[in-house]
């Protein structure tokens, strides 16, 4: 096994681990958050009815962002998010980070939803 491969396991375990604690109901859906090298995708997801209620990516075209893997353009795609999930009608969400350390990026994205009044 090389190298790659153990940090890949770890990055499995550590998820699984996660996900074992956080579920969404319809009242607080999950939002996990998936960060690339060149990108970042945000994904509202109700896990009792197995539906996604929003979702919205760096590479949205509407946002008009030149690129998408720095902490600005994090930030930006986490306030664009925190007004569809306020469109929703949801006030209180689950913040699932995928494993990834809360750090960066991922910071960044729930500090732009926390900042449209978004509970978590």
Same mark, same amino acid.
């Given at each position: 096994m090389n190298k790659l491969d153990k940090k890949r396991q770890l990055n499995d375990k550590r998820k &699984?681990?996660?996900r074992k604690k956080v579920s969404g109901t /319809? /009242? !607080?859906p999950r939002l996990s958050v998936f960060r690339s090298l060149n990108h970042i995708y945000c994904q509202l997801i109700n896990d009792v009815d197995s539906k996604t209620v929003a979702l919205l990516s760096s590479k949205d075209k509407s946002l008009g962002l030149k690129s998408g893997g720095n902490? &600005?353009?994090a930030e930006q795609v986490g306030k664009a998010? +925190?007004?569809k999930i306020k469109n929703a009608g949801v006030k209180k969400i689950v913040f699932d980070r995928n494993g990834k350390a809360y750090h +960066? !990026?991922?910071? &960044?994205v729930a500090e732009g939803i926390r900042s449209c009044g978004?509970?978590?």
């Amino acid at each position: 096994m090389n190298k790659l491969d153990k940090k890949r396991q770890l990055n499995d375990k550590r998820k &699984a681990s996660i996900r074992k604690k956080v579920s969404g109901t /319809e /009242e !607080r859906p999950r939002l996990s958050v998936f960060r690339s090298l060149n990108h970042i995708y945000c994904q509202l997801i109700n896990d009792v009815d197995s539906k996604t209620v929003a979702l919205l990516s760096s590479k949205d075209k509407s946002l008009g962002l030149k690129s998408g893997g720095n902490i &600005a353009t994090a930030e930006q795609v986490g306030k664009a998010m +925190g007004e569809k999930i306020k469109n929703a009608g949801v006030k209180k969400i689950v913040f699932d980070r995928n494993g990834k350390a809360y750090h +960066g !990026r991922v910071k &960044a994205v729930a500090e732009g939803i926390r900042s449209c009044g978004i509970d978590f």
